[in-house]
C-alpha cells in the first residue's frame, strides 16, 4: 500500500484566552508514523504563557511570527531566558524544560518538528506539563507532595487548587516575567534570517543551513535544518538526501509546485503547496520546488544533523561528474546530444532563476 505524501495543514488541539496548540496528526499525514516524524505549532496572544513542560521527543523550534520569550532549562543546568523573534531556530534536546510567553500584541506563532522514535506515539509529542490542570501536582496525592517538597497541607491544597489552567494561560498585565539575556542565546538559538547565507544565487534563491557547526546543540537533538527562500518563478534543483535521512518541510510563506519522484522512476506527488503546509519526503526520493509569482520560502528539518544532499541538475549535479562515454551509453544518444546535455547549468548551482 501506497503511502499518501500530501501536504496537510494543522489542527487545533486546545487554546483558549491565552493561545492555541495545533498539531499534525499522523492518521493524516502517515509519513509522520513510517518516519517517526512529529510537528506541532504554539501561538501565543498577548501575555499568553504556554506553562512550564517537557516532551518525549527532541525537537527544533522555529519561530514563524512575532516576538517573545523563551525559558530553557537543560537537564541538570541553570535556566535560560532567551529574547526571540522571528526567524529564530531553537534546538530542544530530550529532557529540556521549557515555557514559553508573549508580552507582544503581535501573536508568537512557534513550529516544533521533532523526531518521535522514542515517543509514546509515533509521529505525535507527548508533553508533560509541571504545573495546570494537567500538571504533575494534579497526579500525586497531598502526602506526597508535601513529602517530597516539604510543604504543610495547606499550602499543597492552595498550590493544586490555584491551577486552573491547561497547558496554556493568559497572565494579568502586571505580572512581571523574567526579563530575557541576549547572552543566553549563544549555542542555543540561531536566527536564520539573519545568519551568513550558505548559498546565494542571483534571481534563483539563498538557503541557511542549521548544523552541528553553527549550532552545536543540535548535534544532541540528531536533527539538521535548513531556511530556504526561492524567488518568483525560480526552481530548486531536483535532489535527494543521500545519507538515508527524511526531509520535514513546512511552507512558511509564498506558494508554488514541488513535484516527488519515488522507486521505479514513478511521480509520486505532484501539488501546489502553500504557507502553512507541511510535507515529507521518504528516504532517497527526488524532490523539486518552483515558486508562483511572489516567491516560496520553507523551513525544513532533516533526520540528520550534518545532512548531505545530492543534486541532479545545475553545475554540482552528480550528471556533471559522470564520463561522456557512460552518459551517452545510459541515455542511448550520440555525443552531439550528450554535450548538449552536459553543457546546460554550467554556472548555476541549487537554485535556477526564471528562463527570459
Not at 499525514?29 to 501565543?44: C, D, F, H, R, S
Request: hydrophobic share 40%.
Amino acid at each position: 500500500m501506497e503511502i499518501d505524501l500530501t501536504p496537510k495543514l494543522s489542527q487545533k488541539v486546545y487554546g483558549g484566552d491565552g493561545g492555541s496548540y495545533h498539531a499534525w496528526c499522523p492518521n493524516e499525514l502517515p509519513m509522520l508514523k513510517e518516519g517517526n516524524i512529529g510537528a506541532a505549532k504554539l501561538a501565543l496572544e498577548k501575555n499568553g504563557l504556554a506553562l512550564p513542560h517537557y516532551s518525549d521527543s527532541a525537537k527544533v523550534a522555529y519561530v514563524l511570527q512575532g516576538n517573545g520569550v523563551a525559558g530553557i532549562v537543560l537537564p541538570e543546568k541553570e535556566e535560560k531566558v532567551l529574547p526571540i523573534k522571528k526567524g529564530d531556530a531553537i534546538a530542544l534536546p530530550f529532557g529540556v524544560v521549557t515555557w514559553w510567553y508573549n508580552k507582544e500584541d503581535t501573536e508568537l506563532v512557534v513550529l516544533f518538528l521533532g523526531d518521535t522514535s522514542k515517543a509514546h506515539k509515533s509521529g505525535s509529542f507527548t508533553n508533560f506539563y509541571l504545573t495546570g490542570t494537567n500538571g504533575i501536582f494534579t497526579g500525586f496525592s497531598t502526602e506526597f507532595v508535601s513529602r517530597a517538597w516539604d510543604l504543610d497541607e495547606a499550602t499543597v491544597k492552595t498550590l493544586v487548587t490555584k491551577q486552573t489552567g491547561t497547558g496554556i494561560v493568559k497572565l494579568d498585565g502586571s505580572i512581571k516575567m523574567p526579563e530575557p539575556k541576549k547572552e543566553h542565546r549563544e549555542g542555543i538559538a540561531l536566527n536564520c534570517e539573519e545568519a551568513p547565507l550558505d548559498v546565494d544565487i542571483k534571481d534563483g534563491g539563498c538557503v541557511v543551513v542549521l548544523n552541528t557547526k553553527n549550532l552545536p546543540l543540535v548535534g544532541e537533538v540528531g536533527l539538521g535544518a535548513d531556511l530556504v527562500r526561492i524567488y518568483g518563478k525560480s526552481m530548486c534543483s531536483p535532489g535527494f538526501s543521500c545519507d538515508s535521512a527524511l526531509q520535514v518541510t513546512y511552507i512558511v510563506k509564498g506558494s508554488g509546485r514541488v513535484q516527488v519522484v519515488g522507486v521505479d522512476g514513478k511521480r509520486k506527488l505532484e501539488i501546489t503547496v502553500k504557507a502553512g503546509n507541511l510535507f515529507i519526503v521518504p528516504r532517497f526520493f527526488v524532490v523539486s520546488k518552483i515558486a508562483d509569482d511572489t516567491g516560496m520560502e520553507w523551513f525544513s528539518i532533516i533526520t540528520t544533523p550534518d545532512p548531505i544532499f545530492t543534486h541532479l541538475a545545475g553545475r554540482t549535479s552528480v550528471w556533471k561528474a559522470l564520463s561522456p562515454e557512460v552518459l551517452q551509453a545510459a541515455f542511448n544518444v550520440t555525443p552531439e546530444v550528450e554535450n548538449q546535455f552536459r553543457s546546460k547549468r554550467t554556472s548555476d548551482a541549487i537554485f535556477f532563476a526564471p528562463p527570459n
